[in-house]
């Protein structure tokens, strides 16, 4: 019989930070290989990585910063 922790797998990471600067999603995607920023989409940068296949997104708002990792 397997136990409640052998069934729990860790799926999302959302990290939240005031990095006490502005920015620039823009200018990130492209600096970043393989990143997207569509402003009239959606409000964030989303980069997925080649190896994993694992989607990062890095979403702006007025107060901070959030990275959320799928």
Same mark, same amino acid.
């Given at each position: ?6 069934t ?41 990585? !080649?190896?994993?296949? !694992? ?6 708002? !007025?107060? !901070? ?6």
């Amino acid at each position: 019989m397997s136990t409640l922790a052998d069934t729990i797998h860790i799926e999302n990471v959302v990290a939240s930070s005031d990095l006490g600067q502005e920015l620039a999603l823009d200018q990130l995607s492209t600096d970043l290989p393989g990143a997207e920023y569509n402003p009239e989409d959606h409000s964030s940068l989303v980069k997925k990585s !080649r190896d994993s296949g !694992r989607i990062s997104s890095l979403c702006k708002t !007025r107060l !901070r910063s959030l990275l959320i990792i799928f």
